[in-house]
Every structure is written in C-alpha cells, then in structure tokens.
C-alpha cells in the first residue's frame, strides 16, 4: 500500500483529501503545516508528498525544498496544490523540486486521477 | 468513486469563519502606510484558504469573490500596493460580506446578491483603480479561447520529440510515468536516443541523458498530450507536432531538432490555457447565483471547541475514578471491620476523584472571554470613525475564563456598554482638549475573576456621567417622583430605566436610551448585576458582575426556623454567635451591629421570609452570617449553620417564576428543594 | 331490508363518527365537594401530597416547590386559589401535575386537590360557556361547564388560570 503524506493548514481540505485517499486505499499521514509534514516525513519514507503552498511556518515550496535535500526524498514525487493563479508559485515550486501540481479547486476524482498517475 | 463532500462542509465553514475573524484581526492591527509584511501574510493565506475550499467544496461565488479580496492582498504582500486605510475599509468590508454570505450558504438561506455585487465592485475599482470602471464592462465578457486549429480536422497522430534536461528525475518525474500515460491515448511507438548518453565512467545514474522520438497514433488532441508534459514543459526541449502539418513541414527542421536546436514550437505555457477560465470566474456578472449543489438547510450544531489538556485532565480523573471503584469494590467482597480504614480513606479518595471530575468536566465549559472581545476592536474601529472621534480600545484579561453560556449571552449586553461608552462617554477630540484631556479617547475592556465573580469592565475616559442631569432628566420622564431623595449611584442607576436617554441628539449609535435596561435585564437572567462608578469629567466604569460558573455553586446551608437555604460560599465573609449586647438601634428598630470599624444592618431572615417558628425563646441569640452583595455588606441572622457543600444550580423560573430574594433552587441531600440566596435581592428585599 | 340496514348503519356510523370527533377526555377531581375537569393531555401525573419546601413572600395557595425528577416545580393549593374554606391533607389528598402551556414556553405546575375522581369523556358541544357571577366569582379560568351523569362538571383553562396568576404578581408588584 503507497503511503502519502497530505500536507494542509486548512481542515477542511485536509480532511477532504485524506478522505479521498484512504477510500482508495493508500495510508495518508497528515500534515498541517510545513514544519510538521517535515518532522512526520524525517525517519521514514513515503511514496508521494501532496503539500498546500501557502501554509504558516512553513509554505509548501519551502517544504519541498527542505525534503528534496534527504536522501530518501531525492526522487519521491511530490504534488503542489496550487490556485490557478499561482503561474509564478508554478515556477518557483518546479524550482524547488516540485514534480507536479493539481490545480485548486480540484474534485477527489481529480485528485486521485493525479496521484494514480504518479504513483502508478 | 463518489465522495460525498458535505461531509466537509461543516469543517469548512467553521475554519472560514475562524479565517474570517482572523483576517478581520489582521485588518486592524494594519496602520496605513507600513507594510507588516507578517501580518499582511496571515490575512493573504486566511483569504487563500477559504478560496481553496470554497472552490473545492462547490461554492463558487464565494470563491470568486474571495479570488478578488485576495489579489487585492496579494498586492499588498508584494509592496506593488500601498496599504491605504481606505483598501482596508473595503477589505473590512468584504470581510463582512464573506461572512454573511457564508452564513446563508451554511443555513441554507439565500445569498444577499446586491450586497455580494455592491462589495465584489469596490474591491475591483479598488484593484483597478479608475481603469475597472472604463473597462470593467469589458472586462467580463472574457471567454476562455477555443481551441482553435486542433479541431478543424481529423488527427491522425502526433509526432513528439521529447529531451529532458538532465535533472529531470529530481523533480521526481518520470518519463517512463509520461510514456505509460500516452499509451493510453493511442497507439505509441518510443524510440529511445542514446546519443546524449556520457561514457559510463562519466555517467551519473541520477541525470538523464536519454531523449525520445515518440509517434503517438489515433484521434487524440493536443492539450491532452500537453496536459502530460505540463509539469515537465520547462525541463525539457520538446516538440509536438500533428501528422498532417508535419507532413506540410520540411523533414530537415525535425533532424536539426534531434541534434539539440532549439524548440520550434513550445507547449501552450499551462498558465495560459488555465488563467483564462478564472478570469471568467473572477468577471463573472454580479448577480452571483447559487451554487448547484445548494446544501440542504441544517441547523448549526452546538459544538464546542475544548484545549486537548482539559480532555486529557479529564480522561486522567475517569482513571483514577476507575481504580479507585475497583479497589472499593474488592474492598466490599470480603469486607470486616478491620478493613474500616481502608473503606474510609478509599471513600474519601472517590469524594476527592468525584469533585476533581466535576471541576474538569465543568473546565470543559469554559472559554476565554477573548472570544466576546475580539469583536470589539472592529467595532470601535468602525463606531469612532463614523462618529469622527479618536479612541483607542485596550483589551485586558482576555484570557479570563466563563461559562460557554455567558460567552454566548454576554456579548450583546456587552455590545451595548462599549457602543454607550463610545457615542455618550468619550467626547470629541476639540471638546476633549478643551476640557485638557488628550484628544485620542481611551475605551478599556477588562475581565477578571474577583471572589465568586466574574467581573467584565467597560471603562471611559469619557465625560463621565452627571448624577443631577440624570435625575432632572428622569423627573421629566416621569420615572422618579421630583421629591425623590436618591444617593449618586442610584442616580447613576436611572440609566437603567426603561426608556431613558441622556443624549441630547439621538444618535444612530447607541440609539434612543432603548437598550439599556434590557442590558441589565439580561446581565440579572444571567445571575449577574452591573454597577456603575462615574465621575463628572474624567470618566465611567461600567462593572458586570457575573456568577463564575452558572450550573454549579459552593454553598453554605443555613437553618432559619424548619427551613434550609443555601447561602453562596463566595459572598460569605464570616459567620458568629449574635449576643444581644452587639446589637445597637437605629431609630429604635433598624438593628445593626459592629463587626471591626463598621455598622453594617442585621437582616432578619425569619421575619423577612416570614418564617412561622415552632419553637420560641429565639431571641436576637442566633448566628449571623455576614455576606457580602454588590458592594454592600450586612448580616444575616439564622438559627444555625448547616455545612457547606457544592450544590447544582436549578432555575425557578423554568416552571415557576422569580422570587426575590433567591437567586435560584438546589435539590438537597434529602431530595427536598432548598432555596439559594440572593444577597443584593435580600438587601432590596429589606429596604422595601 | 338489508340495503336499508346498512344505509341505518352508515348513518349511525356518521353520527359516531361526529360524536368521536368532538369527543374530549377530561380529567375530574373533586374540591370541596365540587367536581372539576381539567384536559387529561394536559395531565403529566397524579401524585400523593408531600411536603413542600415553601417560598417566602408569596401568596398563600402558592405552596411551595418540590423536587420532580430533579426539576423545580411549583405546587399550587387549588382550594385556596379559589378561597374555599380550608382542609387538612388527607391519604386522599392528590397533586395533579400539569403542563401548562405558554407564548414561549411550556412550565409544569402541580395542583393540589382534594381527590382525583374519575377520567369523562365530555362532547365538546355540551359544553356551556359559564355564566357570570358578577364580581364574586372570577371567570375567566373557568372554560366552561357540562353535566356528565347527573352533576355539573366545571372545565378549568388551565392556561388562563396560571397567567392570570402572573398578571395578579404583577399587581401586587
């Protein structure tokens, strides 16, 4: 079973994209923030990263960054969750090591039509 | 898979609202002409997040209209907009907007339209200055570009040359994961090019130096390819082209391609082909129309958001509870006389646990009265400006904790106070200096625990209140008779009158005096009471005076005749033996006695509850108790004292109706009602 | 005949029928050898007398509040409410736990009577509006009177009654 680490400061939709997953059968380890999806995500390894961008503490390209200098997350995938008017977050996310993004407002079967195609 | 997303929805709309308060917060605490950038931040991602959800959770003329707050915001972050006191007016503004709209969407109402569109306006002329009013007509008849060549005929297939820069895979791309996904369009034919690849002493395993020629087959249209290499298209080289123009094209352009040139043709930027649908949400008519998906009208639950360590306190205490009912219960297996200590000190254990549980469990009801006070900086922000007077609100205690009732029932009382404070007691600013006061008025709010209370203060540096004007003004109403001799703090009490104003000009503020004495009305229903301390040109204080808690209550249990009444613990000061010598008389029947260096009134409680005796001798020979209510001490004489115990608070008026002199009804240990005292009702009681 | 006997039925049937619809359950108790009717939906319970513990200052009838399964209910003495001469509480002295019904509101209230005598079905169209006795008797709680057996019932309002109850404190105050 791939393991992902959903990583938001809002509830509701952290909740939603938990939810999502689970139904689909993947463990999903929550995050609510940069600073404590890096702390959850240090000692182990999961098999994909869906972060927010825009997050207190610490924002989702931070995070991003921060994961791609371990060693365990050289290659792991990891998805923006960006409003469509993030065109230059696009870029700086992709900068930091981003592999992806899934566009806001997205619906579930968007979201896991998404991670199906990276996680295969 | 089908999710059901309204199971979100009541998440959601509670971490709106929080956004909302925070966002309202941020607002405030913004001077015009500096940028903090932190705060600017917070309000940028609270705005953030409630677009997100609201576009997720189907509502989307709450996004729209948050997408326009938070460019707005988003400008501000990036120091390409001044932050001018009036975008913050209507940055305040489309907050109250928001919430509105929130609240209908949640209770299932119908959105305010007119309201949404009048504020969704000033925010864009706000964003666009001038330009949105020339344009804004425009402006919204932008429409997403068609897709154009793609669909004048019939594609036979693409051919696509794809380069990856060599750090591709650091992104955690894998072209492999692309080559898999154009395979479910068409028929795919990849050709791999080693010709990038270095020599194997050279080759480091995490670059790739591969490129591709890939012919896809089949009736397939562009953006769906381009919709594959979309999170690639800016580390790679790539080209995409359709059979048909590429049979039109020259062969040599392809080659060249191969051999490293730069791209021919670029992948439609993903930013483009996505912006222009949010244009047109952004731009969407002002009439917002309901979403589809309305949600079925549900009442909000009553939730209450406790700190994780009063559950953990309160899991802790069932566990001790737990190991204390076993030990008793192997206790009562084989249980003599022996064991009596081991019963005593277990049951005195479970009276410890027991009381240690309710307080927990009665801690899970409290909230900090920040929750009534974080409204009041934008009110005052809002009231003193329209009013063209300078004041500063100051916040203290917000930490103080009370009764989740009391947060709930206390805020329009409150409301009231502060408003009354701004429009009566704080002057304006030339009147202010002319009286030597700065010009910038102070409005303090307070909350603190003093003895059994609970006291939330609202002070003015204000005028202050005139105790001779008020009375004047009371006469002509006709709420007091003329020859009525009154002390200055009852004077001050005729505010409380129904029907009383003191402002000379009606203002839309705090209105005509209506309100008032529903205040105090409403401070009492919650076993409360407001005193008033004013002085003539330095200003008022306007004190509430509330129970702690309101279910349960520290008593002490007092004998008057057959009968028991509970008086509250925390308004006992002492008690002792009443010898005749320390009673003294006023006029020959007002008795009072000296307790240090004070007279202060006995109260009879047999005669004022009319107490029948059936036992006579009782003399002035009884135990007084003194209390102490609103300020006002005096002694109660009883037969007896009865013990102290926690007894839970039951209204009289849910079936019954106000008595006074007793706040409120307990059940006994013996299952008889027993009556709670009220002190200032008892001194009112006796005065009569 | 038999079409004739099953018209008769059908007619019968109607008539019932319109008996039923107007049928009312009352609740009778007696007082000072009169018998009362309140509405048994509006009847929580009977229960025996028991001691009070009594309010200060207030009316007399209003005897006091008991402990009902942990809620405070007010206990009115119906005979003094009426200024009937007084009587001792007896083994057949009963309460009768009320629902009275208000604007906003529903409040329980006991009653106290001399004994609870028997449950009436009353058809609503017997009922007599009561005449006035001028000021020496009060009215206005009285919704009606009906002879059921031979003796006059009288219908307590049980609504009326109570605020009027209300209204009277507010006089006093």
Redesign the interface.
Known sequence: MASILAVDDSASMRQMVSFTLKGAGYEVIEGVDGVDALNKAKGRKVDLVVTDVNMPNMDGITLIKELRALPNYKFTPMLMLTTESGADKKAQGRAAGATGWIVKPFNPDQLLKTVKKVLG | MTIDMEQFHQVFFEESFEGLDVMETGLLNLSPGTADMEEINTIFRAAHSIKGGSGTFGFMDVSAFTHVMETLLDEMRDGRRQVEQRGVNVLLGSVDCLREMLAAIQSGDEVDSKSVSTHQKELEIELNGSRSEATGEAAEIVVPEPDKAEDSAVNLGWHIIFCPHVHLMKTGNDPVRMFRELEELGDLTVEADFRGLPEIQDLDPEECHLSWDIRLEGDIERHEIDEIFDWVEDDCDMSIISFADEAEKNRPAEEDLVAGEPIVEKVVPAQETAKAPTKQAVKAEPEVKRPENKPAAKPASASIRVDTAKIDSLINMVGELVITQSMLSSLGEDFDMTKLDLLQSGLSQLESHTRELQQSAMGIRMMPISFVFSRFPRLVHDLSSKMGKQIELKLSGENTEVDKTVIELISDPLVHLVRNSLDHGVEMPDERIAAGKPALGIVHLNAFHRGGNIVIEVTDDGNGLDGDKLFNKAVEKGVVEPDTQLTEKEKFDLIFAAGFSTAEVVSDVSGRGVGMDVVRKNIEALGGHVEIRSKLGKGSTFAIYLPLTLAILDGQSVAVGDETYIVPLASVIESFNLKPEMVSYVAGRGETFRLRDEYLPILRMDNLFGVHRTESGKGSDGLLVVVEGQGTRCGLLVDDLLGQQQVVIKSLETNYRKIEGISAATILGDGSVGLILDIPGLLRLANR | MARKEKKLTEEEKAQEKEVQRNLVQYLSFTLNSEEYGVEILRVQEIRCWE????????PSYEK????LR?????IIDLRERFQLEEANYTATTAVIILRVEEEDKT???GIVIDSVSDVLDVDKRTVQESPSFGSKVSTDYISGLVEVNGKMLTLLDIDQFLSLQ?EE?KELN
Do not use: K
């Open positions: 001691p009070v513990s009594r309010v200060p200052n207030v006091g509040v008991i402990n942990g809620a405070i209910i007010p409040r329980i209230v209300e404190e």
